[in-house]
C-alpha cells in the first residue's frame, strides 16, 4: 500500500493507522471510531506479530507538509469477504509520533488529519490508457503517412 499526504502543517513524525469507520464528519475525527483491529491484537508496529490490522507505523511530514509511506500488509484486503476488508475505513494522521507500544493506541496524541479508503476506478483508468494509447498510435500512423508522402514528392 502507499500513501502520499500534503497539507498537514507540522513537519515531523506522526502515527499513520486505519481506523474502524470511513467517517470524518467531527471535527476531531473521533468519528472513526479506533484502530481497526479485527482480530483483537495488542496495538504494535508494522512489521509486529500480533499487532491491530490498522497499525501503519509512522509517517514523516516534511517542511513543505508533504509525506509519504509505502508498506506491504498480509492483514488488509481489498476482498469484501476477508476480516481484514479495508475499503470504506477511515485513514487518520496522528499530532504525535506513534510509539509502537504504548497500549491501545502508541500514545500518537490527537487526530490530525483524516481520509477514507476507497476502491480506485481501475476500469476507467484502463479505458484511460486505452484511448492514450490508441491516440499515440494514430497520431504515429498518421506521421509516419506524411514521410512517406513527402518522401515520394
Do not use: K, W
Amino acid at each position: 500500500m502507499r500513501a502520499d499526504v500534503s497539507g498537514p502543517s507540522g513537519a515531523g513524525v506522526h502515527g499513520f493507522h486505519v481506523h474502524e469507520i470511513g467517517d470524518c464528519s467531527a471535527a476531531d475525527f473521533t468519528s472513526t471510531g479506533g484502530h481497526f483491529n479485527p482480530t483483537e491484537a495488542p496495538h504494535a508496529g508494522p512489521d509486529s506479530d500480533p499487532r491491530h490490522a490498522g497499525d501503519l507505523g509512522n509517517l514523516e511530514i516534511e517542511d513543505d507538509g508533504t509525506g509519504s509511506l509505502e508498506l506491504d500488509s498480509t492483514m488488509l484486503s481489498l476482498d469484501p469477504a476477508a476480516p481484514g476488508y479495508v475499503v470504506g475505513r477511515g485513514v487518520i494522521l496522528h499530532e504525535g509520533e506513534d510509539d509502537l507500544e504504548s497500549q491501545p493506541t502508541g500514545a500518537a496524541g490527537g487526530r490530525l488529519a483524516c481520509g477514507v479508503v476507497e476502491m480506485a476506478d481501475v476500469e476507467g483508468l484502463v479505458d484511460e490508457i486505452g484511448e492514450t494509447v490508441d491516440a499515440v498510435e494514430g497520431s504515429t500512423e498518421d506521421a509516419a503517412d506524411e514521410v512517406e508522402e513527402a518522401a515520394g514528392s
